[in-house]
T-cell receptor, first 117, second 112 residues
């Protein structure tokens, strides 16, 4: 396993179109996270999954954003009716969370850079 | 709410010299972790070093070390013998159970 992968690496779309990004985590990792990173800023947490359960989604930026992890492996992040303000890097990370531990090292993918024209 | 602040948008250092990047944080958690991540241009985020809050001893990883001052909520990163490959954005982050809270980053420039 070579780490977290994301597809596509770059996406250019027109305002109003829907886009979907995919993330493949490290195979044994049970947690998967989505972040958004705008230019010159640190990542901003969006949502996360433990296996197939989405345990936190209140930080998704609007109801245009949704994420799935149907089989507890790969995940998709969809943005409907894209707006220019959605232009950013979308990062995926995964971790192995053992019960009773606090430590949570997240391994990041290369990101998908979205440009909305 | 947890916050992480990096007050240095950009730092530069001469190759082979030492540089310190600053970070302060605020948390109500009693047990937490702090991290420094590196993001090279157009490359993915990589963990540089982590610190467990309940440990007094400062973490060290080769040329990278931290100065963790728990009472002051300060967590600085020292890079010794800076190399050209250290040029990157450096982000400080704290672990809030399931998510990382990030600072805005410091751009590190290495002068040859």
């Amino acid at each position: 396993d070579t780490g977290v992968s994301q597809d596509p690496r770059h996406k250019i779309t027109k305002r109003g179109q829907n886009v979907t990004f995919r993330c493949d985590p490290i195979s044994e990792h049970n947690r998967l996270y989505w972040y958004r990173q705008t230019l010159g800023q640190g990542p901003e947490f969006l949502t996360y999954f433990q296996n197939e359960a989405q345990l936190e989604k209140s930080r998704l930026l609007s109801d245009r954003f949704s994420a799935e992890r149907p089989k507890g492996s790969f995940s998709t992040l969809e943005i409907q009716r894209t707006e220019q303000g959605d232009s950013a890097m979308y990062l995926c990370a995964s971790s192995l969370q053992d019960p009773g531990t606090v430590y949570n090292e997240q391994f990041f993918g290369p990101g998908t850079r979205l440009t909305v024209l | 709410a947890q916050t992480v602040t990096q007050s240095q948008p950009e730092m530069s250092v001469q190759e082979a010299e030492t540089v310190t990047l600053s970070c302060t944080y605020d948390t109500s958690e009693s047990d937490y972790y702090l991290f420094w991540y590196k993001q090279p241009p157009s490359r993915q985020m990589i963990l540089v070093i982590r610190q467990e809050a309940y440990k007094q001893q400062n973490a060290t990883e080769n040329r990278f070390s931290v100065n963790f001052q728990k009472a002051a909520k300060s967590f600085s990163l020292k890079i010794s013998d800076s190399q050209l490959g250290d040029a990157a954005m450096y982000f400080c982050a704290s672990d809030s159970n399931y998510q990382l809270i990030w600072g805005a980053g410091t751009k590190l420039i290495i002068k040859p």
